[in-house]
């Protein structure tokens, strides 16, 4: 028969499992919302770059050494202070001042230079799923809460890798 077939509008009707990849469900239509697709490999598998790999390790360290040395958080407290002072009010980047005030501040004195992640593997596309993200903001509480402004919501859905998936990477340290 016909791959191609007009429906009753006129659209036309492709029979999907012979021209995709892959099939995600999607609670809305794609048309009608954003979709942000996971990393994949050259040959369309899904994975993880090791530079997030990397930032999660680097984000761990960082928050262990300003949780078990007063004196870091005290120092990175006070570059975050100067930092808004000199700026009028909000540092820019207030993550990049704790970084570089804790790992160094050049490529030659960052502590995490000779940390070298790879990417994962791929994985077979079965290993993905249809999720949510949402912005999310303060309410007049300080509690985060789904940002909606003039009935719109701040939500994009996004491919993700299914929780308890085995992904295989190397670290190295030079």
Known sequence: ????????VGELKIQSDQYCTYILNCPEAPRE???????????????VPGSSIKGAIRTAILLKMLYDDDNQFE????K?????????????????IIEKSLAGNSANTDMFRSIHVSDT????????????AWTVTPDNNNRLVQKIERGS??????????????????????
């Open 1 to 8: 028969g016909n791959i191609c077939e007009p429906n009753e």
């Open 33 to 47: 919302t954003e979709i942000r697709e996971a990393f994949k490999t050259v040959f369309n598998q899904p994975m």
């Open 75 to 78: 120092q990175s407290l006070q």
């Open 80 to 96: 975050l202070k100067q930092s808004a002072d000199e700026q009028g009010g909000r540092p820019r980047s207030p993550a990049s």
């Open 121 to 132: 593997r791929g994985l077979d596309s079965k290993a993905l799923e249809m999720g949510i």
């Open 153 to 174: 919501e701040y939500k994009i859905f996004v491919e993700q890798i299914k929780a308890n998936q085995k992904l295989d990477f190397t670290i190295k340290i030079d």
